[in-house]
């Protein structure tokens, strides 16, 4: 049988993470085993102008551009930068999972993004929700569900 450290932690009023006791051995979780991702093909006249606000958005994001955000999220909507400056490489893919509701998309963006610090190119995958106005918006990032009123 294989065991794993616990440690005891809770959130204190200010929203941060406290160890309240010593570690000690449990039996090893059940790991869950599940596929990323993959979605469908954006096609149609819908893709252009999603695959733009998406990469437009990205690219903010990562660069730590609130302000450059403002543009590409509905009002109303904060969604707020990284601290570390990142640089967007690639927009490698984009594709839709899920049912589309009538107002937006679901999609999922991998991504090539390059930390000048560490001197690396990293891959990796978001899930912005998209919702159409006048135009394709960013409302959420990494959410699973929409949780917009």
């Known amino acids: 049988m294989q065991f794993d450290a616990t440690v005891p932690v809770a959130r204190d ?4 993470l406290v160890v309240y006791d010593l570690p000690s051995f449990a039996p090893a979780a059940v790991r869950a085993v ?7 093909a954006l096609v149609g006249a819908e893709r252009a102008p999603i ?5 437009r958005f990205m690219r903010s ?3 730590g551009d609130t302000d450059g955000l403002r543009y590409l999220v509905p009002a109303g909507t904060r ?8 640089e967007l490489v690639d927009v ?6 899920g049912p589309a ?14 930390d000048a610090k560490a001197g690396v190119v990293y891959v ?26």
């Open 124 to 149: 990796v995958r978001y899930r912005p929700g998209l919702v159409r106005r006048d135009r394709w918006y960013v409302a959420e990032l990494n959410s699973l569900g929409r949780s917009r009123g």
């Open 34 to 40: 599940a596929d990323p991702p993959t979605g469908e």
């Open 92 to 97: 490698a893919s984009i594709a839709a999972i």
């Open 79 to 86: 969604i707020t930068a990284v601290a570390d400056r990142l």
């Open 61 to 63: 994001y990562l660069a």
């Open 13 to 16: 009023r200010a929203g941060g």
């Open 51 to 55: 695959w733009d606000v998406v990469t």
């Open 101 to 114: 509701p009538s107002d937006g998309r679901l999609v999922v963006a991998t991504v090539h993004v390059r």
